[in-house]
């Protein structure tokens, strides 16, 4: 059914049109991805075609040949779902994340909740969804507008933890700076090209006094009034910018995570000048959505750690939850005595994967539900911890009936 109607809508809004044009992005090794996305269209700048990310031109430049995603072979690895078809992205984020027809990643951007009267049902029964996509270890990107707030999004809102709002100006003259607050991250970090550097602070969010990294938009579109949710649970800021308008401490980008939750949020806002945005495929705005796709997708908990000066880490199992097996990928920064190990909720050691010396580069691993003696354990909550000489990590996952 989503094949059929994703099919209909391409030849409606033009999905396979003219691809983006530039070079490849460049991506780490990732396994095959299922990426959903909704969207809508807004242009209060009166932009033309050729200059507005609209519906369709996401999915086009994840679909095109140098996107640098390792898709998931089926015709519907990549849907787009318009705003006012909720109810089919709803369906589409139902499916179990351990059945092959699941999605990794929801890519949100839209500015609105569908028209009509059975809008406010309709975007509840998204809302709900998304909640139980994220705790199952599904990722979100809040891509551009989707941050912004409009009448019926407050519940969305509270899920991807900042909320844009008031008046958007357009600069043509100075854009704005794209600040990278979160150095070594692997969003701000993979690939993306910085060519200045600027002292920025931001105390009440947590961003120290110090010389930052940064790129320019322009023409860009500013967001004076996005502010952090008190509601919101594990901030982590990733972008920021400068600009004097309602201050001069803005937020661009951020990471969202709740205890309830095996998976993560990422938000990023730049402009919605589409040359820009999504054109350039190896320049840093797509590169930073593909970064944050990967990401949000494998649980990276920061830089993707393939060399020298990398951190050890260990990606989000997928499935997850799961039934029969769980696979997962770690990477270790230099040669060393790698042990990975499952525990249940108590602490409780039950099942070596990984004991002994690994070189530097990425690596993985498997658990089939059973203790180190071949008995099965029960449906539950367990952890999987991965541990060198120098630090640790661990992440929560879910065996099912």
């Given at each position: 059914?989503?094949?059929?109607?994703?099919?209909?809508?391409?030849?409606?809004?033009?999905?396979?049109?003219?691809?983006?044009?530039?070079?490849?992005?460049?991506?780490?090794?990732?396994?095959?991805?299922?990426?959903?996305?909704?969207?809508?269209?807004?242009?209060?700048?009166?932009?033309?075609?050729?200059?507005?990310?609209?519906?369709?031109?996401?999915?086009?430049?994840?679909?095109a040949p140098g996107s640098g995603l390792n898709l998931d072979a089926s015709p519907d690895a990549v849907i787009e779902i318009a705003t006012d078809d909720l109810a089919t992205a709803t369906s589409a984020l139902s499916v179990p994340i351990d059945d092959p027809?699941?999605?990794?990643?929801?890519?949100?951007f839209a500015h609105r909740i569908p028209f009509g009267a059975n809008g406010p049902t309709l975007q509840s029964n998204f809302v709900a969804a998304v909640n139980a996509f994220l705790v199952a270890g599904g990722g979100m990107i809040s891509f551009h507008h989707g941050s912004y707030l409009s009448s019926g999004k407050e519940a969305i809102q509270d899920i991807i933890g900042g909320t844009a709002s008031g008046a958007v100006p357009w600069d043509t003259v100075d854009g704005q700076n794209v600040i990278d607050v979160a150095p070594g991250h692997f969003i701000t970090t993979n690939e993306v090209e910085y060519p200045g550097s600027v002292v920025y602070a931001d105390l009440p969010r947590g961003i120290p006094s110090s010389t930052y990294a940064f790129f320019n938009n322009t023409p860009d579109e500013r967001y004076p009034n996005f502010a952090i949710n008190p509601s919101a649970g594990d901030i982590e800021l990733l972008f920021a910018s400068n600009y004097s308008q309602a201050g001069t401490t803005h937020v661009l980008g951020f990471t969202h995570r709740r205890p309830a939750w095996a998976g993560v949020v990422v938000a990023y806002q730049p402009g919605e000048y589409q040359p820009n945005a999504l054109d350039d495929l190896d320049g840093n705005n797509f590169q930073i959505l593909a970064n944050a796709i990967v990401y949000a997708a494998t649980g990276a908990t920061t830089s993707v750690g393939e060399g020298p000066g990398g951190e050890l880490t260990l990606a989000q199992n997928r499935p997850n939850p799961f039934r029969a097996a769980t696979n997962f990928e770690f990477a270790v920064p230099e040669p060393d005595v790698v042990d990975v190990a499952v525990f249940d909720v108590t602490?409780?050691?039950?099942?070596?994967?990984?004991?002994?010396?690994?070189?530097?580069?990425?690596?993985?691993?498997?658990?089939?539900?059973r203790r180190d003696d071949g008995r099965a354990v029960a449906p539950g909550i367990y952890f999987c911890r991965i541990s060198s000489s120098t630090s640790s990590s661990t992440r929560r996952m879910v065996l099912t009936n």
């Open positions: 059914m989503i094949v059929r109607w994703m099919t209909a809508w391409a030849v409606v809004i033009g999905i396979a049109a003219v691809a983006p044009s530039g070079e490849a992005a460049t991506l780490p090794p990732h396994g095959p991805l299922r990426i959903l996305v909704v969207s809508d269209q807004v242009n209060p700048h009166g932009l033309s075609n050729a200059q507005l990310t609209q519906p369709g031109d996401i999915s086009a430049a994840l679909l027809a699941a999605y990794d990643v929801l890519v949100y602490g409780a050691h039950l099942r070596t994967l990984v004991h002994g010396r690994r070189a530097a580069g990425r690596h993985q691993a498997g658990w089939d539900g």
